[in-house]
Nanobody, 126 residues
Framework: QVQLVESGGGLVQAGGSLRLSCVAS????????MGWFRQAPGKEREFVAT????????DYGDSVKGRFAISRVNYKNTLYLQMNDLKPEDTAVYYC???????????????????WGQGTQVTVSS
């Protein structure tokens, strides 16, 4: 059974930092591009960041570029999202996701990801 489990969310003041983790099981983690997405109340789920299998390439949504950093440690089956200079508009449930295709390319599209975690809440107070 493929499973992604996020952790690290919480309440933080504006300007603060958090690091999210996502531990994968039931799949060969190093075979899959991975991504982070988020969903704020009343809004659609949106792309945050993605990373290739070997960490050779990363891509970010415009609203987080320069503040967030995605990374992975394949031997730990773990994906990370370092979030700095957090803003109230970053408040959302954050989800990690595994691409639907082994050895696939990174993507910003939700439909290209087949496996999702349960999400972790991030709340940024002003």
């Amino acid at each position: 059974q493929v499973q992604l489990v996020e952790s690290g969310g919480g309440l933080v003041q504006a300007g603060g930092s958090l690091r999210l983790s996502c531990v994968a099981s039931g799949l060969t983690f190093s075979d899959y591009p991975m991504g982070w997405f988020r969903q704020a109340p009343g809004k659609e789920r949106e792309f945050v960041a993605t990373i290739t299998r070997t960490s050779s390439y990363t891509d970010y949504g415009d609203s987080v570029k320069g503040r967030f950093a995605i990374s992975r440690v394949n031997y730990k089956n773990t994906l990370y999202l370092q979030m700095n200079d957090l803003k109230p508009e970053d408040t959302a449930v954050y989800y990690c996701a595994a691409h639907s295709r082994r050895h696939g390319l990174t993507s910003r599209r939700l439909g290209d990801y087949a496996t999702w975690g349960q999400g972790t809440q991030v709340t940024v107070s002003s």
